[in-house]
């Protein structure tokens, strides 16, 4: 089955304390993006990448990091998070030729 | 810088009814629409892909037309059932760009009894 895959769910934790959400995805796709989602601005992306060792900045990648060693996997990376952002975090792929778009099932990631 | 608007915000309809969900965007440079179901708290699930040379896409109960001229894009439900409530999520990738969908605020659809 055709998956994108992100752990944690859920991610409660305080600021300034490192971490790491995954995303691995099993249909070879070579682009693959974040987005974050909060009430009334909808989904933004923060990154996306290309191809492996390929990526660029989205809308809003202040605070984020992202790197794309291996093809399947797209981990996101805050080194040092904070309040804002506290959000509902999606990975996604992006077919070739069609380009439509596959959807992790999120993360809701609380910072405080 | 591409806007995607999507009315109404909110809809209640009682089921069975037939109904239209509008998707409008300010830049008809796209290469493609894709229209989104978001279920509370979850995921995405992807319902319809237009590419910019398509008029229109059917899935089931479900059509999509794309008027990529004016700018604007319509979800079609027909027999509507409590099990579509959920909010739709339309998109539209620019022409030309790198990997980036420009997402539309949603309409949250409640089907009713």
């Known amino acids: 089955e055709a998956q994108v895959t992100q752990n944690p769910r859920y991610l409660i934790t305080v600021t300034g304390k490192k971490l790491t959400v995954t995303c691995s995805q099993n249909m070879n796709h070579e682009y693959m993006s974040w987005y974050r989602q909060d009430p009334g601005l909808g989904l933004r992306q923060i990154y996306y990448?290309?191809?492996?060792?390929?990526?660029d900045k989205g809308d809003v990648p202040e605070g984020y990091k992202v790197s794309r060693k291996e093809k399947r996997n797209f981990p996101l990376i805050l080194e040092s998070p904070s309040p804002n952002q506290t959000s509902l975090y999606f990975c996604a792929t992006q077919e070739a030729g069609t380009y439509g778009y596959t959807f992790g099932s999120g993360t809701r990631l609380t910072v405080v | 810088k591409q806007e995607v608007t999507q009315i109404p915000a909110a809809l209640s309809v009682p089921e069975g009814e037939n109904l239209v969900l509008n998707c409008s965007f300010t830049?008809?440079?796209?290469?493609?629409l894709q229209w989104f179901r978001q279920d509370p708290g979850k995921g995405l699930t992807s319902l319809l892909l237009?590419?910019?040379?398509?008029r229109e896409q059917t899935s089931g109960r479900l059509n999509a037309s794309l008027d990529k001229s004016s700018g604007r894009s319509t979800l079609y439900i027909a027999a509507s059932q409590p099990g579509d409530s959920a909010t739709y999520l339309c998109?539209?990738?620019?022409?030309?760009?790198?990997?980036?969908?420009?997402f539309g605020t949603g309409t949250r659809l409640q089907v009713t009894l």
């Open positions: 830049d008809s440079a796209i290469y493609n």
């Open positions: 237009i590419q910019s040379s398509q």
């Open positions: 998109a539209v990738r620019r022409a030309g760009t790198a990997s980036k969908l420009t």
């Open positions: 990448s290309m191809n492996v060792e390929v990526t």
